[in-house]
Protein backbone atom coordinates (compact mmCIF):
# COMPACT_ATOMS: atom_id res chain seq x y z
CA UNK A 1 0.00 0.00 0.00
CA UNK A 2 2.75 2.43 1.08
CA UNK A 3 4.97 1.23 -2.06
CA UNK A 4 3.83 3.81 -4.77
CA UNK A 5 4.29 6.97 -1.97
CA UNK A 6 8.02 5.39 -1.55
CA UNK A 7 8.33 5.04 -4.89
CA UNK A 8 7.93 8.66 -5.91
CA UNK A 9 10.80 9.97 -3.50
CA UNK A 10 13.47 6.90 -3.22
CA UNK A 11 16.01 6.20 -5.74
CA UNK A 12 15.31 3.85 -8.51
CA UNK A 13 16.24 0.15 -8.90
CA UNK A 14 17.39 -0.78 -12.11
CA UNK A 15 14.93 -3.31 -13.65
CA UNK A 16 12.42 -3.45 -11.06
CA UNK A 17 9.63 -1.90 -10.44
CA UNK A 18 9.19 -0.72 -6.53
CA UNK A 19 6.29 -2.69 -5.46
CA UNK A 20 8.48 -5.54 -6.37
CA UNK A 21 11.43 -4.59 -4.79
CA UNK A 22 9.41 -3.66 -1.34
CA UNK A 23 7.24 -6.11 -1.54
CA UNK A 24 10.37 -8.60 -0.52
CA UNK A 25 12.01 -5.97 1.60
CA UNK A 26 8.81 -6.16 3.85
CA UNK A 27 10.02 -10.17 4.59
CA UNK A 28 12.66 -8.49 6.19
CA UNK A 29 10.37 -7.37 8.63
CA UNK A 30 8.00 -9.89 8.85
CA UNK A 31 10.21 -13.10 9.80
CA UNK A 32 12.65 -11.49 12.41
CA UNK A 33 9.28 -10.29 14.08
CA UNK A 34 7.51 -13.19 13.93
CA UNK A 35 10.30 -15.16 14.99
CA UNK A 36 10.51 -13.20 18.47
CA UNK A 37 7.09 -13.09 19.31
CA UNK A 38 7.54 -16.95 19.02
CA UNK A 39 10.36 -16.73 21.62
CA UNK A 40 7.86 -14.50 23.78
CA UNK A 41 6.08 -18.42 24.02
CA UNK A 42 9.19 -19.70 25.65
CA UNK A 43 9.39 -16.85 28.18
CA UNK A 44 5.35 -17.47 28.80
CA UNK A 45 6.31 -20.93 29.11
CA UNK A 46 9.03 -20.73 31.43
CA UNK A 47 7.35 -18.56 33.69
CA UNK A 48 3.12 -20.35 33.97
CA UNK A 49 3.27 -23.01 30.85
CA UNK A 50 4.44 -26.42 30.65
CA UNK A 51 8.15 -26.41 30.74
CA UNK A 52 8.14 -27.42 34.21
CA UNK A 53 6.69 -30.51 32.28
CA UNK A 54 8.96 -31.11 29.41
CA UNK A 55 12.15 -30.90 31.44
CA UNK A 56 10.89 -33.36 34.00
CA UNK A 57 10.37 -35.63 30.82
CA UNK A 58 13.06 -38.24 29.68
CA UNK A 59 13.99 -36.30 26.61
CA UNK A 60 17.01 -34.31 25.74
CA UNK A 61 16.71 -30.49 26.74
CA UNK A 62 17.44 -29.80 23.60
CA UNK A 63 14.51 -30.96 21.80
CA UNK A 64 12.48 -28.12 23.95
CA UNK A 65 14.41 -25.53 21.74
CA UNK A 66 14.10 -27.61 18.64
CA UNK A 67 10.31 -28.17 19.03
CA UNK A 68 10.17 -24.18 19.72
CA UNK A 69 12.09 -23.49 16.33
CA UNK A 70 9.75 -25.76 14.37
CA UNK A 71 6.62 -24.23 15.57
CA UNK A 72 8.00 -20.70 14.51
CA UNK A 73 9.27 -21.83 11.31
CA UNK A 74 5.98 -23.19 10.35
CA UNK A 75 3.92 -20.09 11.14
CA UNK A 76 7.00 -17.74 9.59
CA UNK A 77 6.46 -19.84 6.35
CA UNK A 78 2.53 -19.58 6.60
CA UNK A 79 2.64 -15.92 6.95
CA UNK A 80 5.20 -15.38 4.01
CA UNK A 81 3.73 -16.99 1.96
CA UNK A 82 0.55 -14.74 2.85
CA UNK A 83 2.87 -11.90 1.99
CA UNK A 84 4.06 -13.33 -1.23
CA UNK A 85 0.65 -14.02 -2.55
CA UNK A 86 -0.40 -10.58 -1.33
CA UNK A 87 2.31 -9.11 -3.46
CA UNK A 88 1.37 -10.98 -6.77
CA UNK A 89 -1.85 -9.91 -6.29
CA UNK A 90 -1.21 -6.36 -5.87
CA UNK A 91 1.18 -6.62 -8.59
CA UNK A 92 4.37 -7.27 -7.92
CA UNK A 93 6.18 -9.36 -10.18
CA UNK A 94 8.01 -12.90 -9.09
CA UNK A 95 10.05 -15.56 -10.35
CA UNK A 96 9.54 -19.22 -9.42
CA UNK A 97 12.75 -20.94 -10.95
CA UNK A 98 13.47 -23.80 -8.80
CA UNK A 99 17.05 -22.38 -8.38
CA UNK A 100 15.14 -18.97 -7.37
CA UNK A 101 12.99 -21.01 -5.06
CA UNK A 102 15.59 -22.72 -3.52
CA UNK A 103 17.58 -19.28 -2.99
CA UNK A 104 15.07 -17.84 -1.44
CA UNK A 105 13.91 -20.62 0.96
CA UNK A 106 17.71 -21.26 2.10
CA UNK A 107 18.36 -17.72 3.01
CA UNK A 108 14.03 -17.09 4.42
CA UNK A 109 15.19 -20.51 6.82
CA UNK A 110 18.32 -19.45 7.98
CA UNK A 111 17.40 -15.97 9.01
CA UNK A 112 14.49 -17.95 10.82
CA UNK A 113 16.97 -19.88 12.74
CA UNK A 114 19.20 -17.32 13.60
CA UNK A 115 16.60 -14.93 14.63
CA UNK A 116 14.60 -17.47 17.00
CA UNK A 117 17.99 -18.47 18.33
CA UNK A 118 18.02 -14.50 19.36
CA UNK A 119 14.62 -15.23 21.09
CA UNK A 120 15.62 -18.11 22.65
CA UNK A 121 18.42 -16.31 24.53
CA UNK A 122 16.35 -13.05 25.23
CA UNK A 123 13.57 -14.97 26.67
CA UNK A 124 16.18 -17.02 28.87
CA UNK A 125 17.47 -13.46 30.16
CA UNK A 126 14.79 -10.73 31.12
CA UNK A 127 12.71 -11.51 33.73
CA UNK A 128 9.35 -10.86 32.40
CA UNK A 129 7.11 -10.28 29.39
CA UNK A 130 6.92 -6.53 29.43
CA UNK A 131 10.92 -6.17 29.31
CA UNK A 132 11.06 -8.91 26.55
CA UNK A 133 8.60 -7.01 24.21
CA UNK A 134 10.14 -3.99 24.80
CA UNK A 135 13.37 -5.22 23.73
CA UNK A 136 11.74 -6.68 20.29
CA UNK A 137 11.91 -3.26 18.23
CA UNK A 138 15.39 -2.58 18.54
CA UNK A 139 16.25 -6.33 17.97
CA UNK A 140 13.79 -7.16 15.13
CA UNK A 141 12.51 -3.59 13.40
CA UNK A 142 15.86 -1.50 13.60
CA UNK A 143 17.93 -3.49 11.44
CA UNK A 144 14.91 -3.50 8.82
CA UNK A 145 15.78 0.23 8.26
CA UNK A 146 19.32 -0.05 7.32
CA UNK A 147 19.18 -3.79 5.18
CA UNK A 148 18.54 -2.55 2.34
CA UNK A 149 14.44 -3.17 2.83
CA UNK A 150 12.83 -0.02 1.18
CA UNK A 151 16.02 1.36 -0.59
CA UNK A 152 19.40 0.24 -1.74
CA UNK A 153 21.55 0.67 0.94
CA UNK A 154 23.81 2.77 -1.64
CA UNK A 155 21.47 5.40 -0.85
CA UNK A 156 22.65 5.73 2.92
CA UNK A 157 25.53 7.49 3.97
CA UNK A 158 28.80 6.05 3.89
CA UNK A 159 29.25 4.91 7.21
CA UNK A 160 25.42 3.57 7.50
CA UNK A 161 26.32 1.36 4.49
CA UNK A 162 29.29 0.12 5.89
CA UNK A 163 27.40 -0.84 9.03
CA UNK A 164 24.40 -2.43 6.66
CA UNK A 165 26.95 -4.48 4.80
CA UNK A 166 27.78 -6.90 8.33
CA UNK A 167 23.97 -7.39 8.94
CA UNK A 168 22.83 -10.71 8.38
CA UNK A 169 19.20 -9.29 7.27
CA UNK A 170 21.13 -7.14 4.07
CA UNK A 171 22.59 -10.50 3.00
CA UNK A 172 18.77 -12.19 3.36
CA UNK A 173 17.30 -9.78 1.67
CA UNK A 174 19.50 -9.64 -1.36
CA UNK A 175 19.67 -13.78 -1.31
CA UNK A 176 15.60 -13.09 -1.32
CA UNK A 177 15.87 -10.80 -4.54
CA UNK A 178 17.77 -12.80 -6.48
CA UNK A 179 16.07 -15.70 -5.83
CA UNK A 180 12.79 -14.51 -6.58
CA UNK A 181 13.51 -11.44 -8.56
CA UNK A 182 14.77 -13.83 -11.90
CA UNK A 183 18.45 -13.27 -10.78
CA UNK A 184 18.46 -9.89 -10.14
CA UNK A 185 21.70 -9.08 -8.23
CA UNK A 186 21.75 -5.68 -7.66
CA UNK A 187 21.77 -6.50 -3.60
CA UNK A 188 24.47 -8.50 -3.86
CA UNK A 189 26.71 -6.25 -5.74
CA UNK A 190 25.68 -3.33 -3.58
CA UNK A 191 26.83 -5.48 -0.75
CA UNK A 192 30.45 -7.09 -2.43
CA UNK A 193 30.89 -5.19 -5.35
CA UNK A 194 31.09 -6.66 -8.77
CA UNK A 195 31.65 -10.80 -9.57
CA UNK A 196 29.89 -13.35 -10.58
CA UNK A 197 26.50 -13.11 -9.10
CA UNK A 198 26.19 -17.09 -8.02
CA UNK A 199 29.72 -16.88 -6.21
CA UNK A 200 28.36 -13.55 -4.67
CA UNK A 201 25.05 -15.55 -3.43
CA UNK A 202 27.08 -18.25 -1.78
CA UNK A 203 28.96 -15.68 -0.06
CA UNK A 204 26.55 -14.32 1.39
CA UNK A 205 24.46 -17.64 2.12
CA UNK A 206 27.22 -18.54 4.20
CA UNK A 207 26.93 -15.25 6.27
CA UNK A 208 23.69 -15.68 7.34
CA UNK A 209 24.89 -19.41 7.41
CA UNK A 210 27.13 -18.83 10.25
CA UNK A 211 24.74 -16.38 12.24
CA UNK A 212 21.58 -18.84 11.95
CA UNK A 213 24.38 -21.52 13.25
CA UNK A 214 25.84 -19.36 16.00
CA UNK A 215 22.83 -17.96 17.12
CA UNK A 216 20.69 -20.95 17.71
CA UNK A 217 24.00 -22.81 19.36
CA UNK A 218 24.15 -20.72 21.54
CA UNK A 219 20.46 -20.66 22.13
CA UNK A 220 20.15 -24.63 22.76
CA UNK A 221 23.73 -24.39 25.01
CA UNK A 222 22.00 -21.50 27.41
CA UNK A 223 18.76 -23.45 27.66
CA UNK A 224 20.71 -26.69 28.71
CA UNK A 225 22.74 -25.45 31.23
CA UNK A 226 20.17 -23.05 32.84
CA UNK A 227 16.84 -23.95 32.74
CA UNK A 228 15.72 -26.34 35.73
CA UNK A 229 12.52 -28.56 36.31
Known amino acids: MIAPALDSIGPKVPGLDYTTFAA ?7 IPL ?10 VDRESGARRDLLAAPIDRALVVVANLVVALGVTALQVGVLLVAA ?10 VSGVAWFTAAGLLLSIGMYGVAELLAGKVATAEEYVGLVPA ?16 ALPGAL ?3 AKVLPLTHTLALLRYGLLDGNAAGLHGIW ?3 DPSALAWRSLLVVA ?3 GAL ?14
Open 24 to 30: LGTAGLL
Open 34 to 43: NCMFSGLGAL
Open 88 to 97: VLRGAHLSTS
Open 139 to 154: IAIVPFFFAGSLFPIS
Open 161 to 163: TAF
Open 193 to 195: GAG
Open 210 to 212: VFA
Open 216 to 229: FTLAIRRFTRTAVA
